[in-house]
C-alpha cells in the first residue's frame, strides 16, 4: 500500500479497492492518498484508468469494494457536503441559471432567503449576475460551467472536485476557467481536479498524482504559479 495521508487531511483514501465485477479487473487497486485543506490536487491518467472512479467514491457517488474513506473526510462529507464540477455542466435546461444554482441548497435544506442571497453572491463573483433569469441552452459553454461552479459552490463546500472542468470547452474559455479555480483555491477552497489537460495540471496544480489501470503511479510535486 502506497500511503500519502496525513492526520489533517481533509480527505483521506487508504487502501481502496472499486470492482464493478467480480470476475473482472478493478477500476480502482489499492489506492491510497491524501488532500490537505487548502490544496490543489490534479489527479491524471489515460482514459479508463480510474480517475472518475476514484472522484465518484471522493465524493459518496459509489462505495469501495474494499477500503476506506478517512473517517473526518466521511463526517465533514455528511456535515458540510461536497461540490462536483461535471464536464457536461450537468445543468438543467428547464431551470433558470439562479434556480440551478439554488437546487443543492434547497436539497439541503437550507432557507429560500439565504439561498437567494448566497446564489446571488456567486453569480456575481462568477460574473454572470445578468444572467440569472437565463436559461443554460441558450448559454456558451464557458457561462455554463461558472453556472455549474456557483451550483457546486452555494451550499459553501470544504472541498471541491472537478471532473474534466475544462474537458468541453476551447482553450481560450478552458484557460479563463482554470485561473477561476485558481481564484477559488487563493481563497482558501481546497480542489480536486481530475484531468487528462497536463497544462491545466502544471499551471494549476501544486500536487499530480497520476493513475494506470487503476493504480497509483505515482505523485509529482510542483509550485503553484
Known amino acids: 500500500m ?11 483514501v487508504d487502501g481502496v479497492t472499486k470492482a464493478y ?18 490544496e ?4 491524471m491518467g489515460p482514459s479508463g484508468s480510474g480517475k ?9 457517488l459509489d462505495r469501495p469494494t474494499a477500503g476506506t474513506l478517512g473517517e473526518s473526510a466521511l463526517a465533514r462529507f455528511r ?13 438543467l435546461d428547464d431551470l433558470t441559471v439562479e434556480d440551478n444554482v439554488l437546487l443543492p441548497a434547497q436539497l439541503a435544506g437550507a432557507s429560500r432567503r439565504q439561498a437567494r442571497a448566497r446564489a446571488g453572491e456567486l453569480l456575481a463573483q462568477m460574473g454572470i449576475a445578468d444572467f440569472r433569469n437565463s436559461y443554460p441552452a441558450r448559454m456558451s459553454g464557458g ?16 472541498v471541491l472536485l472537478a ?25 482558501g477552497q481546497t480542489l480536486v481536479l481530475v484531468t487528462h489537460d497536463a497544462e491545466l495540471a502544471e499551471r494549476y496544480a501544486a500536487r499530480m498524482v497520476r493513475i494506470v489501470d487503476g493504480r497509483l503511479a505515482g505523485a509529482d510535486l510542483g509550485v503553484l504559479r
Not at 465485477?21 to 487548502?38: E, F, K, T, Y
Not at 490543489?40 to 489527479?43: E, F, G, L, R, T
Open 79 to 91: 456535515a458540510r457536503h461536497v461540490g462536483i464540477i461535471f464536464q457536461f455542466f450537468n445543468l
Open 163 to 187: 471532473d474534466e472542468p475544462t474537458g468541453a470547452l476551447d482553450t481560450a474559455t478552458g484557460q479563463e476557467i482554470g485561473r477561476l479555480l485558481r481564484q477559488l483555491n487563493q481563497g
Open 143 to 158: 457561462q455554463r460551467q461558472r453556472v455549474a461552479i456557483a451550483r457546486a459552490l452555494v451550499n459553501q463546500p470544504e
Open 21 to 38: 465485477q467480480s470476475d473482472g479487473l478493478p477500476a480502482l487497486a489499492d489506492v491510497s492518498m491524501g488532500v490537505a485543506a487548502g
Open 2 to 12: 502506497i500511503d500519502q495521508s496525513a492526520p489533517g487531511d481533509v480527505i483521506r
Open 52 to 60: 472518475s472512479t476514484l472522484l465518484n467514491l471522493i465524493a459518496g
Open 40 to 43: 490543489v490536487v490534479a489527479v
